[in-house]
């Protein structure tokens, strides 16, 4: 399906001209690039692409991936604010990686509830959101989370687990913890991977406990499977004790490829052999692209 210029538009910033291309190409829709300059004190000028009217197309997708997340969200404000004065009627959000959603509840007094926050600051904004994966845990809804009228989420465990498939057949798929039980069990039905969860106890941000699940890793090819990776710590854990299980090769594969500090070094120093990923965030090691089941999402929400 095509959209008429006149009626859509992808809008992105220069940081995601690539990411931007490949989904302006896979969903049919005409790219524009937003203009961003940044003034010595650090604030922010923007200048949306309009036509010679001055104007943007009814029907606005901006796209934005939400890692590093906290300038970002300052220029959706100031972006699709701006979409609405010059036309725009519709505007989508497509972030392949959505921030602040792990924290759904207050632990201690006083604590914020960012994602009740941030989501009630995104619903303020846009009509539609699409993303890959959200990091949820209490909630069992993006809806629930972004109050929008439409809310796709999509997951990068098939296209992961068709990844394996190729590289390490008859893999054995392992995730960090409890979490991640019926994500990997929607990777291991895809080709049929024998599966099972590690348990997992976090003291803090990087001091986690790791117990495998009974299981026979001795002789296998084994990938550990999640939806991110962030400090790496949880993954490297499990990575030796897979070892330490016998197992021929540990790899690893994830939705999300945050990778922060010396996280991947640490999983190269557990043993891990290759780490995939999908391109919602940008990194060395993407290996499965998601333009296009990010384009089909879009097509349910734009006129034909």
């Not at 538009?9 to 961003?36: S, Y």
């Not at 001055?54 to 100031?78: A, F, I, Q």
């Not at 846009?126 to 809804?141: C, E, N, S, W």
Request: proline residues 7%; hydrophobic residues 50%.
């Amino acid at each position: 399906m095509s959209v008429a210029p006149s009626q859509a538009c992808l809008l992105h910033f220069a940081d995601e001209t690539d990411a931007a291309r490949r989904l302006g190409q896979a969903a049919h829709l005409p790219v524009k690039m937003i203009d961003r300059h940044r003034f010595p004190d650090g604030e922010l000028k923007l200048r949306l692409p309009v036509d010679g009217a001055g104007r943007l197309p009814p029907h606005v997708v901006l796209l934005r991936s939400l890692h590093d997340p906290n300038e970002k969200l300052v220029e959706l404000l100031l972006a699709a604010r701006t979409a609405r004065t010059l036309g725009a009627r519709h505007i989508t959000l497509v972030a392949p990686y959505m921030a602040y959603m792990r924290q759904d509840i207050a632990f201690t007094p006083g604590e914020v509830v960012s994602q009740q926050v941030v989501g009630g600051f995104l619903a303020g904004l846009v009509d539609a959101v699409i993303t890959v994966d959200p990091h949820l845990h209490r909630v069992a809804t993006l809806q629930e989370a972004i109050a929008v009228p439409q809310a796709i989420v999509l997951s990068g465990a098939e296209p992961l687990a068709d990844l394996i498939a190729q590289r390490r057949p008859g893999a054995l798929l392992v995730g960090p913890d409890g979490e991640s039980a019926q994500w990997i069990a929607q990777a291991a039905a895809r080709h049929g991977f024998d599966h099972a969860v590690c348990t997992k106890v976090r003291h803090g941000d990087r001091d986690v406990a790791i117990e495998l699940p009974p299981l026979n890793a001795q002789g296998r090819a084994v990938v550990l499977l999640d939806d991110m990776a962030s400090t790496g710590r949880t993954l490297a854990q499990a990575a030796r004790l897979l070892r330490a299980a016998g197992a021929v090769s540990v790899d690893v594969a994830v939705t999300h490829a945050l990778f922060a500090g010396d996280a991947l070094q640490a999983l190269h120093d557990a043993g891990v052999g290759e780490v995939w990923s999908t391109d919602c965030i940008p990194h060395a090691s993407n290996a499965v692209p998601m333009a296009e089941p990010l384009a089909r999402a879009l097509h349910s929400l734009l006129p034909a």
